[in-house]
């Protein structure tokens, strides 16, 4: 099998350009998740390097499977300097970690909380896992191992969080929609929920 992290990296540079930093973060018991940070223009993207060695499994599972499951990386835009953004770079490698960690599977709908604020003076605690497939197209890997997804993260307030658990992540999204909602400003407020 292939060291699948080359191919992954390679894939982000040629998606997103080359790095301008990167910074690498080990959990007790995990592999280590490094953190690569782009810049294009006004817009700084974050991307996890690491999350995809192994498949996420079933955590229900008595034995992970070492080749097939699911296989993502995380990544993160922001417009560039409203906010010291640079510190999301711990609650990524948390994020990406979470897998190992928890044996949670990450994927499109789901919900992930940090417990803190993402940077400091951030109004989101947590992110919503967007659909694949836009800016960084999903990496096939030689069979019977599962593509590689590049997953976007939206960043969530407390009170949009709380609101998607009752309505679910679609209706979340198009409120987001609805209200022209720039998801990419590391400052703005709760979308209207009533």
Known sequence: MADVLPLVEAR????????????????????RIEVLRFHE????????????????GDPTAMLADPVKGPRAELF???????????????????????????GVVVAPGA????GEPLWP?????????????GLVEDLELDEPMDPVQFL?????TPNEAAWKRVH????????????GTDL?????KSVPLE
């Open 76 to 102: 993160l835009s922001v417009r560039a300097g409203l906010a010291d953004t640079d510190k999301v770079l711990r609650a990524l490698a948390v994020l990406a970690a979470s897998p190992q960690v928890e």
């Open 152 to 156: 976007p993260l939206l960043p969530m």
């Open 168 to 179: 679910g992540a679609q209706a979340l999204q198009e409120r987001w929609l609805t209200n």
């Open 12 to 31: 982000l540079r040629t998606a997103l350009g080359e790095p301008d930093a990167r910074a690498a973060v080990t959990f007790l018991g995990t592999d």
């Open 111 to 114: 919900s992930l909380d940090v």
């Open 41 to 56: 223009g006004d817009i700084v993207r974050y991307a996890t390097l690491g999350m995809s060695a192994a498949p996420m």
């Open 121 to 133: 003076g951030a109004p989101f605690t947590s992110v919503l896992v967007a659909e694949p497939g």
């Open 184 to 188: 990419r400003d590391p400052s703005r």
